[in-house]
């Protein structure tokens, strides 16, 4: 198998369309070699790679830069844009960017909070949609595919209408069937649906997390096995992508396999 090709096709793909999109960290340092080593373990079992953009608030380098480099390594990629670090001429300096390089998948999100200073602009989501519906219309952008676009939902609001008009959305990481379920019954939509599977690394992280995301719940039964198990987190991730799988409601997952990415990859290449 060629190196594209191995890239680009993993064990999941092709079963029922079931996708598996692997976040990677991005660098925090001017040297790609690290990323490059996450996508090129990850990638017998990953269908795309999802880069944040100046993750968890501190600065890191361009995902769609980073998002470009999945490509030359022929794998499919994902931008993630935030709009707390945006006006509206950076964010078309961004598009432009992504138009040069040929990064044409986006996620768009809001931002977590910065470590350091305050929002940029006003620029929301919504607005960057509309920008990036726009711009391929703009003389500038001539010969330019129209982007594709997703957005992020949590479970407990409801969709509203302007994000069911994304190309793909990702829900918030859960670790409960049912809750999906319950959500995905009542937020129809005809775009794909990618679900948020994240391995919990150690009970510290456990509460960060609870502490960052309220809406988020981790059951007591999992914190218990990760205290008694580091590798337990790894373990509960993998159950999960196939319990979700199984279900037949979701297009994919958007797993976020954190530092366990070669645990991660090893165990869904033993299983899948």
């Not at 999941?12 to 960290?25: H, K, N, T, Y």
């Not at 959500?183 to 919990?200: H, I, K, Q």
């Amino acid at each position: 198998m060629g190196t594209q090709e191995g890239l680009t096709r993993s064990r999941l793909d092709g079963m029922s369309g079931f996708r598996l999109i692997c976040e990677i960290e991005p660098p925090t340092k001017p040297d790609l070699r690290h990323a490059r080593h996450q996508i090129g373990v990850l990638a017998p079992v990953a269908d795309a790679f999802l880069i944040p953009d100046n993750h968890i608030g501190r600065a890191t380098v361009s995902s769609i830069a980073v998002a470009h480099e999945v490509q030359a390594m022929g794998g499919r990629s994902i931008a993630c844009v935030n709009s707390r670090d945006r006006n509206l001429l950076g964010f078309r300096r961004d598009l432009l960017t992504a138009a040069a390089y040929g990064v044409d998948q986006f996620l768009f999100v809001h931002g977590d909070a910065p470590s350091a200073g305050g929002r940029t602009s006003h620029l929301t989501v919504q607005t960057m949609i509309e920008a990036a519906r726009g711009a391929t219309e703009d003389p500038m952008f001539a010969g330019t595919e129209p982007f594709q676009i997703g957005v992020a939902a949590g479970l407990r609001r409801p969709l509203p209408d302007w994000k069911r008009s994304a190309d793909f959305v990702f829900a918030q990481v859960s670790y409960s069937i049912p809750a999906l379920l319950r959500w995905r019954e009542a937020n129809p939509t005809d775009a794909p649906v990618y679900v948020g599977v994240m391995v919990l690394a150690s009970v510290g992280m456990a509460k960060r997390l609870a502490s960052a995301i309220p809406d988020i719940d981790i059951p007591d039964e999992l914190v218990r096995r990760v205290d008694a198990d580091p590798a337990a987190g790894v373990e509960a991730a993998c159950e999960q992508i196939l319990a979700v799988r199984e279900t037949g409601a979701f297009a994919g997952v958007h797993l976020v396999p954190v530092s366990r990415f070669r645990q991660v990859a090893a165990r869904l290449e033993r299983e899948l």
